[in-house]
């Protein structure tokens, strides 16, 4: 990104727009003053209240990173929340006043020594907006605020930044690919570009008058959707994973129980509920990595071969080429150093040839869209990069089945229909995929199969 000139006024509630990987979280965390210096190089000058950012004084601005996880300082709920104002010298009495008044407006109703280690990723989502609305900052910094949220949890973390703004009077820029969720709550839309801004404006101008552009360019425009892919007619083939009184939890803690799932060759289950509802937890169970605290979760022998009918009791190796997850966390997959070295892991632990591996590579760097980005570090890409990334990589070993989580998480419009475009012949050829996902157009794009989780 070069060429930035913006002048944001206080109290101006701002919605930033781009295409993923258009710099829109590297400019909140420059608004922030967080930016480290071995991420890049920064020309211009930078101001907050007439102060160079990194300078600004300390809770004047608050960020939600992108990550959530990231921001999960202490090791329960109520200390976390309280961890902020508690640095910047907020009296003891008042941080307790602020810390249950912050988490009810989130929607978290957990104990305060609830461990935040067992959050869910939407639910950590809600602990970090707490956190910061907890801090009372003058400059409000959020980066996909909403994209783990359950709808409930959309409209709950929606309310409490309006009523925080009308409190406080804050100003607010928000990241978000989906345009309709923040549209009426902002009073300016910024459009980034590779270049610089590409539209500005009030939201009705900006996404009146140049929609369909927007829309071509990846946003999020209602008005024009991204186009679902034809898929071929889903058969009823024979199970491959059949769960029968499925229970599933962390250690001996039970999360759900009495589950009963069939996850078929050429069909999509997806996984669905409010966060907190077991989604995850239910998602590596049967990817085999985690497993059963009851029930039976079984293998068809199409699926397992020699490897045995328990897939939490197969090697590495042996799953590799039966069942590929995606982690909500993109960056807890990667374990090399450049985008092509981690496509390559797969392939190169099945001893392939190394045109097979580099043909099978180059496809998948071109189906989604990270070929300008092979010789990158994975760790440097943006949210919606690393989310397409940690979707490669399941798929460079070819699996039978697929299982992903939250796998549309910060992608844009265009990276979405090709991500979902990619699945849809995935199925066609027979692949069984389970999603666990809040995305309702993934679900009406491709899902045969819908469990709901209450």
Do not use: C
Not at 370 to 390: I, K, N, V
């Amino acid at each position: 990104m070069q060429g930035l000139d913006l002048d944001i006024a206080a109290g101006e509630r701002v919605l930033l727009l781009g295409a993923s990987g258009s710099g829109k979280s590297t400019v909140l965390r420059a608004l922030a003053g967080v930016s480290a210096e071995d991420e890049g190089e920064q020309v211009g000058a930078l101001t907050i209240d007439g102060v160079p950012a990194a300078s600004a004084p300390r809770g004047r601005a608050g960020l939600m990173l992108q990550d959530p996880e990231s921001q999960v300082v202490l090791a329960r709920v109520g200390d976390d929340v309280a961890f902020g104002p508690e640095n910047l010298g907020v009296s003891r009495e008042e941080i307790w006043r602020r810390v249950p008044a912050a988490l009810e407006a989130v929607g978290l109703r957990l104990p305060l020594e609830h461990p935040t280690s067992r959050l869910s990723g939407g639910q950590k989502q809600r602990l970090a907006l707490a956190g910061l609305l907890a801090m009372r900052p003058g400059l409000l910094l959020l980066d996909e605020p909403t994209a783990e949220l359950d709808p409930a949890g959309v409209r709950e973390v929606r309310a409490a930044v309006e009523r925080a703004l009308e409190r406080t009077g804050a100003t607010l820029v928000v990241v978000e690919h989906r345009v309709a969720i923040w549209r009426d709550l902002v009073d300016r839309v910024i459009v980034l570009g590779n270049d610089g801004v590409v539209a500005d404006g009030d939201p009705a101008s900006v996404l009146t008058r140049e929609g369909a552009g927007l829309a071509a360019r990846g946003i999020w425009v209602p008005e024009h959707p991204p186009a679902h892919p034809v898929r071929a007619r889903a058969t009823e083939a024979a199970p491959l994973l059949t769960a029968e009184s499925l229970a599933v939890g962390y250690g001996r803690d039970v999360v759900r129980d009495d589950l009963e799932v069939t996850v078929r060759a050429g069909r999509l289950t997806a996984l669905v509920g409010p966060n907190g509802a077991g989604k995850s937890t239910l998602a590596n169970t049967l990817a085999g990595l985690r497993a059963p605290l009851g029930g039976t979760l079984t293998a068809a022998p199409a699926l397992a071969g020699e490897a045995g009918p328990a897939p939490h009791r197969w090697r590495s190796k042996q799953l590799l080429t039966r069942i590929g997850m995606v982690f909500q966390n993109p960056e807890h997959q990667f374990v090399a150093r450049t985008v092509r070295d981690e496509l390559e892991v797969g392939p190169r632990a099945l001893r392939l040839g190394e045109t097979q591996t580099r043909d099978r590579v180059d496809a998948l760097l071109a189906a989604l869209r990270l070929d300008r980005l092979a010789r990158a570090h994975p760790f440097t890409l943006s949210g919606g990069e690393q989310r397409r990334l940690s979707v490669a990589t399941a798929l460079a070993a070819r699996p039978a089945v697929v299982v992903l989580d939250e796998p549309t998480f910060g992608q844009d419009s265009v990276t979405w229909a090709e991500l979902v475009r990619l699945l849809a012949e995935l199925l066609d050829d027979g692949v069984a995929v389970v999603a666990a996902t809040h995305d309702a157009e993934f679900v009406s794009a491709l899902a045969d199969d819908v469990l709901e989780l209450t």
